[in-house]
Structures are given as C-alpha cells and as structure tokens.
C-alpha cells in the first residue's frame, strides 16, 4: 500500500470526439479513480490526471442529442433550470464531461480531489503541451 508522497500520477490525454460521451467518460473515470494501477485501494487517492480535448465536438447515439437535458435547481421554489444538450454542447460543452465523469465516481471523500485531476478543454489547444502523456 502506498502513502500520498509515494503515489506516481501520470498524464493521459483522452480525445472527445473519437468515441460518444459515455464512452470517453467510463474511461476517463477509471484513470482518476487509479483502478488500473496494481497498487490499488479504495481508502488512497492514488489516480492519475486526465485531460480532456475537443469537447466542443462530442456527440451521443440515436436520439438522445434531441432529447438529453442537463436540469439545475439552487433551491427555491420554481428555480428549475433546464438546458438542452445541444444548448449545452455550444455554451458549456466542457460541464457535460464532468458531470458525465462525476456521476460515474463513487460519492465519498475523495470525490473533490479527483475531479481536480480532470482538466476539459474546448479545442486541441490545451496548457498541459510540455507534458509526457503516457497514451500518445
């Protein structure tokens, strides 16, 4: 078991517009929670960064472009907020990978680090170039 000096994070660069939304997601998930590191264990934080490009080009399968809606609410009454995907996909398009990503982590403590570790970005263009990705 490791300790939070010794864990090793390294680099994955993951392109959206390659696979659909959940597809991209289930990977990226897997990386940040470090599940395919041999030294891992549920109570350390031991996942890698995971950046993101091309989220303004993602898309879904069938129909669900047409009728996928992202819904907020800050708790008073008649406060609902409702935002279609494809509304979603020219304003925020970077909020639908990490909500999609921050469904798929499990719900405790560790959850706020490991969504840091996820860095979306809208082109190709990103400020992690100087940095030795281990998928390229």
């Not at 898309?59 to 009454?77: A, F, M, V």
């Amino acid at each position: 078991m490791e300790k939070n000096k010794q864990i090793q994070r390294n680099w994955h660069i993951f392109d959206a517009s390659t696979a659909p939304v959940g597809r991209v997601c289930t990977e990226v998930a897997y990386l940040i929670i470090g599940k395919h590191k041999p030294s891992f264990a549920k109570n350390i934080d031991g996942g890698d960064h995971v950046v993101v490009i091309n989220s303004d080009k993602l898309y879904l399968t069938g129909n669900k472009e047409n009728s996928k809606q992202y819904h907020t609410h800050s708790g008073y009454i008649g406060s609902t907020k409702t935002l279609e995907f494809k509304e979603a996909k020219e304003k925020k398009s970077d909020m639908i990978i990490k909500k999609a990503v921050a469904g798929m982590l499990p719900k405790n403590k560790q959850t706020k680090s490991r969504l840091a570790r996820l860095h979306v970005y809208k082109s190709d263009k990103h400020l992690h170039q100087n940095i030795k990705f281990e998928n390229e």
